[in-house]
């Protein structure tokens, strides 16, 4: 007899407030096990394993975030991100996408998901069968609902999938125990990319809207915003510009105007169901646009109508959201795991619109000196876009207050990374930033790149003894704007293009774009998308790995008080030589896995 295992830790208030129960669930077998006949003959039970579906999804700040191994941040611990970064990835050590401690969803765990919701698949449309003739069809609607979820649980595992590792092996039903893996092989990228598409199709026919869901389930907008993601980097130079090795990482006969066409339809099609809005963030004000921007990824619901599909947390069950823990300051006892690059903070346009580099340069030492006309403080960190002042925590910006014992030292909350010498007379002082490598409160952890994250983090709790609940946005209507005017000004539909990009610029109050539009584009993605595990991919897919994985830099600030008279110096400082090869556009099949099916083509370069 087939019994199923449900974390009941997770389930319990399903299962105990069971609103469709024909008898005591908990009557019918032991509290974590239940038969087969038992499961699929209760549609809360059926419910509560498709909810561990989700949790398979390893969505949100469960997993390691992606910003490590792009040019947004520099990983602050050895978790496999330097791997990838220096070149070093392999199918023996395919970190970080090789689980171990990174929690970073890797081919094991999204298949292991996949063959979980096609046993769902296999036996969903036989629940309502199992009711009493009255029941039926209210029990058929709860089902086909579900079912659409699981559709749209399954493309989302794939997209992960194929957007990592090029086409593979499409599994559409469940595989049965001592099943031989090597009459199994690698679709087609093509095929793989088809097949995601038909799901999200076949799952936006029968999910409802986000008025109807519950918040965190797959909605009608969710299949199609991933479509829209997955149409956008499938029509890319990586896998559409004719030129890459075969047919499992690239399209072999690429017809980019249908490419682009279905992208920039897939994306109108969110557009069109009216539902989403971008969120107002106070604009012109750019103060409260900077405070608005991050107090929108702090929010504890899904309600806001820019939010198309995320996670919620709550610190009493479920998954543990615990990203101030792995990504604040050490001057507050946090750990700092992925570090805001300087190549990341330089790349944020000053508040008109202009590149930093017009008002910035380096001298012969690697220093930062004033060269505007128009800016004139000598601190880079003045005059921003606001997104700046939302995303990321720089020297001297005012955050939280201290913990217990450090209040008299820093009563404020000031982020301090800067090394202040003072000289009087004969003496000489060296006093080190609290959030510092030299601190005394957890050096250790400080960032080696001088900053850490702002965005996504609670400036309301205290990490060392709570989790986080604010939720985690896996899709946003500005991604789809965004994904919407890449699609436009790839088929010469430029001035309808621009509209988009300035409609993204306005809200976070920058002005309209002037020059490039594509750089004013990925500029966009970069900025009003960062930290969001959107990066990797978009650099990938648009072929520029050896601009975007520079050598990883950061900053080293020293105030000189000398006498009284003080100044201060901001340093550029190199903190990672990184390595590009053409092979880590994607990451290998791991040894393990060919081992079990040798018949798997490896990836290129591997």
């Not at 169901?273 to 991050?294: E, H, M, R, S, W």
């Not at 709550?314 to 001057?331: A, E, H, Y």
């Not at 005059?383 to 913990?403: E, H, K, Q, T």
């Amino acid at each position: 007899m087939i019994k199923y295992t449900i974390n009941i830790g997770f389930f319990a208030f399903l299962i105990l407030f069971s609103a469709c129960k024909k008898t005591s669930i908990l009557d019918k077998a032991p509290q974590n096990q239940y038969s087969d006949a038992v499961l699929w003959s209760d549609i809360d039970l059926v419910d509560a394993y498709l909810l561990d579906a989700y949790h398979g999804t390893m969505m949100g700040y469960t997993q390691t975030m992606l910003s490590s191994v792009t040019d947004e941040a520099h990983s602050t611990f050895d978790h496999g991100a330097e791997v990838y970064t220096q070149g070093n990835i392999s199918p023996d050590n395919n970190a970080p996408w090789n689980g171990g401690d990174t929690n970073l969803p890797y081919w094991d765990m999204y298949f292991a998901n996949i063959q979980k919701i096609n046993i769902f698949l296999s036996k969903i449309d036989g629940v309502a069968d199992t009711y009493p003739a009255s029941q039926k069809a209210s029990i058929q609607a709860k089902a086909a609902v579900m079912k659409g979820e699981a559709l749209f649980l399954r493309a989302f595992c794939y997209s992960k999938l194929v957007l990592t590792y090029g086409g593979v092996p499409l599994i559409k039903e469940a595989l049965k125990l001592g099943k031989d893996f090597s009459t199994i092989n690698r679709s087609t990228f093509a095929e793989s990319i088809k097949f995601i598409s038909a799901d999200c199709d076949a799952a936006f026919a029968l999910l409802k809207g986000k008025d109807v869901m519950q918040l965190g389930k797959a909605t009608t907008g969710a299949a199609l915003a991933l479509k829209s993601r997955v149409l956008l980097f499938a029509a890319s130079a990586l896998t559409a510009d004719g030129t890459a090795k075969n047919k499992y990482v690239s399209y072999e006969n690429p017809d980019r105007t249908a490419l682009w066409t279905a992208a920039r339809d897939a994306a109108k099609a969110v557009i069109d169901l009216n539902t989403y809005q971008l969120a107002n963030f106070g604009a012109p004000d750019k103060v409260a646009v900077a405070k608005n921007y991050y107090e929108f990824f702090k929010a504890k619901t899904l309600s806001d109508n820019e939010v198309i599909w995320g996670k919620t947390y709550s610190r009493s069950s479920g998954d543990k959201n615990q990203v101030n823990q792995w990504n604040g300051g050490n001057g507050w006892n946090l750990w700092a795991g992925n570090a805001p690059t300087q190549n990341l903070v330089d790349g944020y346009e000053m508040e008109d619109g202009s590149d930093f580099s017009q008002h910035f340069t380096l001298d012969a030492n690697g220093n930062y000196q004033n060269i505007s006309s128009r800016f004139h403080n000598k601190n880079p960190y003045y005059n921003r876009d606001p997104r700046f002042y939302g995303s990321i925590l720089y020297d001297s910006a005012v955050w939280m207050p201290r913990p217990s014992g450090l209040q008299s030292i820093d009563p404020v909350g000031v982020y301090s990374r800067r090394t202040i010498i003072t000289t009087n007379g004969a003496t000489t002082s060296t006093t080190f930033g609290l959030d510092t490598r030299q601190s005394s409160v957890s050096p250790f952890n400080g960032s080696f790149t001088g900053y850490v994250m702002k965005k996504m983090l609670d400036n309301t709790i205290d990490a060392q003894t709570q989790s986080n609940e604010n939720v985690w946005i896996e899709f946003r209507y500005a991604e789809v704007l965004l994904n919407y005017a890449e699609a436009l000004l790839e088929l010469g539909q430029t001035a309808e293009a621009s509209s988009y990009i300035n409609m993204i610029r306005a809200r976070a109050g920058m002005p309209d774009f002037n020059g490039d539009i594509t750089k004013a584009l990925r500029y966009e993605r970069q900025i009003e998308l960062v930290f969001e595990n959107n990066r990797w991919y978009d650099i990938r897919r648009w072929k520029v790995l050896d601009i975007a994985l520079a050598n990883a830099k950061g900053v080293d600030i020293t105030q000189t008080i000398t006498n009284g008279n003080s100044s201060t110096v901001w340093k550029q400082i190199q903190v990672e030589q990184r390595k590009v090869l053409p092979k880590m556009y994607w990451i290998p099949i791991a040894t393990s896995e060919r081992r079990k099916a040798p018949q798997l083509e490896q990836n290129p370069g591997y």
